[in-house]
């Protein structure tokens, strides 16, 4: 998806002179888009149709029965699978240097091949995973929460 919007779109000459990281974010944005999208979707489909049923029961729209009984019963079910969307969609930003931005990874590339260290390297892997390592934990925090909301009352 980098490859075809990053050149494809250029190489058409529809459009002026636009940076490769703005290429880069809209490819990232309808890629990661279009996998939030099916998570959601699934979630939607995951809450039971008793739900919608007495929601309209009682007398609420389908918009009001969407809105206010399934989404956030869905959100709640989806919640661990969004985090690790989120998780990869940061690690995958370091994907745009393909199209000629200059990111941590990019940056230490340059100074490798100037100064034949690599250090740069482990520089630039250390930041993704001191970026990544919150929102990982916070995962794992919100799994283990879920988990333990779904299982009060019930034996194990």
């Keep these: 998806m980098l490859y075809l919007v990053g050149?494809?779109?250029?190489?058409?000459?529809?459009?002026?002179?636009?940076?490769?990281?703005?290429?880069?974010?809209?490819?990232?944005?309808?890629?990661?888009?279009a996998y939030v999208a099916e998570v959601l979707r699934a979630g939607i489909e995951a809450v039971h149709p008793s739900q919608s049923l007495a929601a309209r029961s009682l007398g609420l729209s389908?918009?009001?029965?969407?809105?206010l009984i399934?989404?956030?019963?869905?959100?709640?079910?989806?919640?661990?699978?969004?985090m690790n969307d989120l998780v990869s969609m940061q690690k995958d930003v370091g994907l745009i240097s393909?199209?000629?931005?200059v990111d941590a990874v990019r940056a230490a590339q340059?100074?490798?091949s100037t100064t034949?260290?690599?250090?740069?390297?482990?520089?630039?892997?250390?930041?993704?995973v001191l970026l990544s390592w919150p929102f990982?934990?916070?995962?794992?925090?919100?799994?283990?929460?879920?988990?333990?909301?779904?299982?009060i009352g019930g034996v194990v």
């Design 98 to 101: 393909v199209l000629g931005a």
């Design 62 to 67: 389908y918009g009001q029965t969407l809105l």
């Design 7 to 33: 050149f494809g779109i250029p190489g058409l000459g529809l459009t002026g002179r636009v940076p490769s990281y703005v290429w880069g974010t809209i490819a990232l944005v309808v890629t990661y888009g």
């Design 136 to 151: 990982i934990r916070l995962t794992d925090w919100l799994t283990a929460r879920a988990r333990t909301r779904e299982q």
């Design 116 to 128: 034949y260290n690599f250090t740069p390297y482990v520089v630039a892997g250390l930041l993704f």
């Design 70 to 82: 399934v989404l956030p019963q869905a959100v709640r079910k989806v919640t661990p699978a969004l």
């Design 110 to 112: 340059i100074e490798v």
